[in-house]
Every structure is written in structure tokens, then in C-alpha cells.
Nanobody, 123 residues
Framework: QVQLVESGGALVQPGGSLTLSCAAS????????IGWFRQVPGKEREGISC????????YYAESVKRRFITSRDRTNNTIYLQMNSLKPEDTAVYYC????????????????WGQGTQVTVSS
């Protein structure tokens, strides 16, 4: 079983940037597509991005396209979510999980969820 750990969440001002990490111990992430998701209380978990394990393909939801960048660091066995031009509506708990990345990720098709990391965008 893959154990994922998200980190990097913080309080940031609108317009600011933040980079989240998704790491695994004892398992190489090279063999896994990784999805990024977020959730606010009372709402369904939203898939926002994923990165394929087969090539460098990435996909983004419209809500984050051109602001967020997902990348894979094979040396450090970590997936990053670089978030730019943050907005208050980006406030959520962010999760990563494993799955097949071929379009904007559907949380129902992903597994091995991390515990999440809180991102708060506020002045």
C-alpha cells in the first residue's frame, strides 16, 4: 500500500504563491499517476490536477488552469503543486492520491489518500 504525505499548506495573502508537496516513503512514485484534490467543508472533493506516470502529461481543472503547476521530482520521489495568484476561493484542504491520470481527476477513481494539508488564502 502506498502512503502519501502532503505538506506545505499555510496561510497566504491573496495574489501570493505556495508550493505543496506529496511524498511517499518506501514506495517509488514513478509507477503512479498522482492527482491533486481539494475540499472545503460541506462540499464534495474536487479534482484539480494530475500528472501521468507514463509521460509528462498534466491536466488542470478550469478553476486552476494557468495558475497552478504540477510537477514530478523523481530524484526526491515527490510530486509538487505550485500554486500562483492565489485567491480566497482556493482556501481548502488539499490532498494527493494515486490513480490513472488521463484527464481532470475524478476522486472516485483514486486511492491511497494522504491526510491533507490546509491552505488558507486571506488578507
Amino acid at each position: 500500500q502506498v502512503q502519501l504525505v502532503e505538506s506545505g499548506g499555510a496561510l497566504v495573502q491573496p495574489g501570493g504563491s505556495l508550493t505543496l508537496s506529496c511524498a511517499a516513503s518506501r514506495t517509488t512514485l514513478d509507477n503512479y499517476g498522482i492527482g491533486w484534490f481539494r475540499q472545503v467543508p460541506g462540499k464534495e472533493r474536487e479534482g484539480i490536477s494530475c500528472i501521468s506516470n507514463l509521460d509528462t502529461s498534466t491536466y488542470y481543472a478550469e478553476s486552476v488552469k494557468r495558475r497552478f503547476i504540477t510537477s514530478r521530482d523523481r530524484t526526491n520521489n515527490t510530486i509538487y503543486l505550485q500554486m500562483n495568484s492565489l485567491k480566497p476561493e482556493d482556501t481548502a484542504v488539499y490532498y494527493c492520491a494515486t490513480g490513472t491520470c488521463w484527464w481532470i481527476p475524478d476522486p472516485r477513481r483514486y486511492e491511497n489518500w494522504g491526510q491533507g494539508t490546509q491552505v488558507t488564502v486571506s488578507s
